[in-house]
C-alpha cells in the first residue's frame, strides 16, 4: 500500500478513517522488514514521519490559513489542494489526534528497519585490494555476500549535487561483470582480470565488500554497502 505524502489530510478527516489507512501501510512495511527488505520502504516512511512532524511544528500558522479557502498551500516545496472549507476547530483536533497516533505508531515501525540497517552496516567488511590511487572518484567494487563464491563486479562513480545551496555527494554503482572467487582465483586476479577487460580506467581504486549472511541484494544489502562504502572512501580521503 502506498501512502500519499499528505495522506493524513485527504477526504474526509476523520481518526478512525486516516487511522486503518496508516494501519494497512505500516502492515505492508513490517511485512518487508520483516523479509528482511528495507528499501524503498525505510526511505518512504521515514519521509511520512518527517512530513508530519513538518506539519505539527507549523500547526499554529496552518490554522490561521484555515478560516480561508485554500487552492494551493506551499509546504516544504508540496502543493496541497483543497476543495472545501475547513472548520478550525474539529478539523484541527482530529489532525493531532491523527498526527500523533501515526508518529507513535511510525517511529516504532522506523526503529525496526533501523535495527536491521544499524546491523548490517557495522557487519559489512570493506577492504581495498592492492594499492589505492590519488584519485578514487572512480573505480570498481567486487561484491560478495552469504556463502556464495560469486562475486558481483560493479563500477562505482562518485558523484557531486546541489540542493539548496549545499554540496553533497553521492555514489553510483554500476554492474558490469561477476566472477567466482576461488583458492586459485582470487581477489587480486579477479582484480587483474577486469582491469584487463574493462580499460575505462587506467589505474582504477577497487574495494571488496563482504556481507556474511544471505540478504536481498537491491532491497537492502546494495542500498547500505554504498553507504558504506562512500563513508569509507571518504575517510581515506582525509
Known amino acids: 500500500m502506498v501512502l500519499s505524502e499528505t495522506w493524513f489530510m485527504e477526504g474526509y478527516i476523520d481518526f ?8 494497512a501501510y505500516l502492515k505492508d512495511v513490517r511485512n518487508s522488514f520483516n523479509a528482511k527488505r528495507l528499501y524503498p520502504q525505510l526511505s518512504d516512511i521515514v ?3 518527517k512530513n508530519l512532524v513538518a506539519f505539527r511544528d507549523n500547526k499554529k500558522l496552518l490554522q490561521k490559513q484555515f ?5 494551493q498551500l506551499d509546504a516544504r516545496k508540496m502543493e496541497l489542494v483543497y476543495e472545501k472549507i475547513l472548520s478550525d476547530d474539529d478539523v484541527m483536533q482530529e489532525l493531532e489526534q491523527i498526527t500523533t497516533y501515526a508518529l507513535d505508531q ?3 515501525t522506523i526503529n525496526e528497519g533501523a535495527g536491521l ?9 570493506v577492504e581495498p585490494i592492492g594499492i589505492i590511487p590519488l584519485y578514487k572518484n572512480e573505480g570498481f567494487v567486487f561484491l560478495r555476500y552469504g556463502s556464495l563464491s560469486e562475486v558481483l563486479i560493479y563500477c562505482y562513480t562518485i558523484t557531486l549535487f546541489e540542493h539548496k545551496n549545499a554540496r553533497y555527494k553521492g555514489i553510483r554503482l554500476e554492474h558490469i ?4 572467487k576461488t583458492l586459485a582465483n582470487t581477489y587480486q586476479q579477479i582484480k587483474l582480470d577486469i582491469i584487463r577487460s574493462y580499460r ?6 577497487v574495494y571488496k565488500v563482504e556481507f556474511p549472511h544471505a540478504l536481498p541484494l537491491e532491497e537492502t544489502l ?3 554497502a554504498k553507504r558504506v562504502l562512500m563513508k569509507f572512501i571518504e575517510v581515506e580521503a582525509r
Open 16 to 23: 478512525e478513517l486516516q487511522k486503518y489507512r496508516l494501519l
Open 47 to 49: 519521509a511520512h514521519y
Open 67 to 71: 478560516h480561508k479557502r485554500l487552492d
Open 106 to 108: 511510525m517511529k516504532s
Open 117 to 125: 540497517f544499524e546491523f548490517v552496516e557495522k557487519t559489512l567488511e
Open 177 to 180: 561483470d561477476s566472477r567466482d
Open 200 to 205: 575505462t580506467l587506467p589505474n582504477p581504486a
Open 222 to 224: 546494495l542500498p547500505i
